[in-house]
T-cell receptor, first 113, second 112 residues
Framework: GAGVSQTPSNKVTEKGKYVELRCDPI?????LYWYRQSLGQGPEFLIYFQGTGAADDSGLPNDRFFAVRPEGSVSTLKIQRTERGDSAMYLC???????????FGPGTRLTVL | GENVEQHPSTLSVQEGDSAVIKCTYS??????FPWYKQELGKRPQLIID?????GEKKDQRIAVTLNKTAKHFSLHITETQPEDSAVYFCAASTSSGSRLTFGEGTQLTVNP
């Protein structure tokens, strides 16, 4: 079946702008995760959804970052007032409820000029 | 919170040799340890994982060992091939469905 998909694949924006990044998890996966990966580093956890609710949002760096998953499937990561330091690869992963294995999407490369 | 350290950061081997990557973790409650392979510009791909009730797991040329007492786990790749060249990440989590904490990655280069 189809894997995790993310759109757009690349996003270039200017400092101060608002961006939305979308994640479509594997069908039937109830858990969804967002990670951020800077060049040469491992992914860093941002937020985890179980169904529609955020079960753990302790990785969000500040209140400019917000994520939703209104129907328990697609999720949107929203970044307000973007800063150059937000430039990174944003990865989404999903897993079947109660299972450990997380499957990653191809990521969205965000560049803030 | 959990801290995962990984070494070496780079590893270069000749085709056919073995490669070993080691990770340590800090949280004794961690019980799930996956390994991901990430090729340049691609998504991380799960290649093998181990749970804390098992000491070793093997899948063809890849094996992972876990020492809970010492809080370290290792990835072993035998008979390396050029297509094994990639960045490898170890990770740890404390329960089903919880966040993964990743190591910094190891750039493996297999020279033909």
């Amino acid at each position: 079946g189809a894997g995790v998909s993310q759109t757009p694949s690349n996003k270039v924006t200017e400092k101060g702008k608002y961006v939305e990044l979308r994640c479509d998890p594997i069908s039937g996966h109830t858990a969804l995760y967002w990670y951020r990966q800077s060049l040469g580093q491992g992914p860093e956890f941002l937020i985890y959804f179980q169904g529609t609710g955020a079960a753990d949002d302790s990785g969000l760096p500040n209140d400019r970052f917000f994520a939703v998953r209104p129907e328990g499937s697609v999720s949107t990561l929203k970044i307000q007032r973007t800063e150059r330091g937000d430039s990174a690869m944003y990865l989404c992963a999903s897993s079947f409820g109660g299972r450990d294995e997380q499957f990653f999407g191809p990521g969205t490369r965000l560049t803030v000029l | 919170g959990e801290n995962v350290e990984q070494h070496p950061s780079t590893l270069s081997v000749q085709e056919g040799d073995s490669a070993v990557i080691k990770c340590t973790y800090s949280d004794s409650a961690s019980n799930y340890f996956p390994w991901y392979k990430q090729e340049l510009g691609k998504r991380p791909q799960l290649i093998i994982d181990i749970r804390s009730n098992v000491g070793e797991k093997k899948d063809q040329r890849i094996a992972v060992t876990l020492n809970k007492t010492a809080k370290h786990f290792s990835l072993h790749i035998t008979e390396t091939q050029p297509e094994d060249s990639a960045v490898y990440f170890c990770a740890a989590s404390t329960s089903s469905g919880s966040r993964l904490t990743f190591g910094e990655g190891t750039q493996l280069t297999v020279n033909p």
